[in-house]
């Protein structure tokens, strides 16, 4: 029987950040759903002032819909479409960046729903929470301060966190182009940033949403290492890696490897489609 890939997004992404991918998928022969986190997609809060032209004063007080949404809320949700697609048979849950939180706690809570989870630089804690890694010799080149560049809000007023992706300073868009689209067009690294949406959550999550070895850990796991993320560099995905492999010897990641940025993988899917349709396979067979 045909897994389906459920498809979790990053931080200020949605499902549409997938489609892309899933129609590489379904001209593959695959199922896939992409799933909304709470406070994403339709359900996002794009106000007025975030049209052109802009009022900064109006974007940093208007309230979002994200606030307050935590993520036992967004584990909930994921878990809840889980539940569904396995209904149709084996699942495999794949997860791009910060929605590898929600997809290891997911994993931590009901592993009977998962046949593999597949992190696509993505986070997967181990030894620390996701803040903490921030510290590390492994994110020392990654410009902490790219995002701050085009903050709308204060986060601790508004209770989330808002950036600008609409913002037309040439050094923030600089910034968020290496850091998530170097490799191609200015026009594509454009059309990618207007699939963005201004709001985010800001629970990261903490020592209790780390993978666990007794139901994370029982679960078969892929990790697709993108050689040339920024945002997540790769000294740091093999860190989460070796911690992954350290913690369930037995049971360590099958890894695989794509030439792209942060985001290349999504704006031209078609490798990326052809190693989830591998590891699709592999999972079918070692059902």
Not at 59 to 84: F, M
Not at 256 to 280: D, F, K, M, N
Request: include cysteine; charged fraction near 20%; hydrophobic fraction near 45%.
């Amino acid at each position: 029987m045909q897994p389906t890939f459920v498809l979790v997004h990053g931080a200020f992404a949605n499902s549409f950040s997938f489609a892309p991918l899933q129609a590489e998928l379904g001209l593959l022969g695959h199922r896939s759903v992409a799933v909304d986190l709470p406070g994403h997609g339709f359900a996002a809060t794009y106000v007025r002032a975030y049209q052109a032209p802009q009022d900064a004063e109006a974007l940093a007080g208007a309230p979002g819909s994200i606030k307050g949404v935590t993520l036992a809320d967004n584990t909930a949700h994921l878990i809840a479409v889980l539940e569904r697609a396995r209904r149709n048979g084996p699942v495999i849950l794949v997860s791009h960046s910060r929605g590898g939180i929600t997809a290891t706690a997911a994993a931590n809570a009901r592993p009977d729903l998962i046949d593999r989870i597949v992190y696509v630089s993505s986070w997967c804690p181990v030894d620390l929470d996701v803040s903490d890694y921030y510290a590390e010799p492994e994110m020392a080149s990654v410009d902490a301060a790219a995002l701050g560049l085009a903050v709308a809000a204060d986060p601790a007023r508004l209770g989330l966190l808002r950036v600008n992706f609409r913002t037309a300073d040439p050094t923030a868009l600089t910034a968020f182009k290496a850091a998530f689209l170097a490799e191609r067009s200015d026009e594509e690294f454009l059309t990618l940033l207007n699939t963005f949406q201004p709001d985010e959550n800001l629970d990261g999550g903490t020592r209790a949403d780390r993978a666990r070895a007794a139901t994370w850990g029982r679960i078969p796991k892929s990790y697709v290492r993108l050689t040339d993320d920024t945002s997540m560099p790769l000294a740091l995905q093999d860190r989460l890696i070796r911690e992954g492999d350290a913690l369930t010897p037995d049971n360590p990641y099958d890894v695989r490897t794509l030439e792209s940025s942060h985001c290349g993988w999504l704006v031209a899917p078609a490798p990326a489609a052809r190693v989830l349709a591998e590891i699709g396979a592999l999972t079918v067979g070692s059902g």
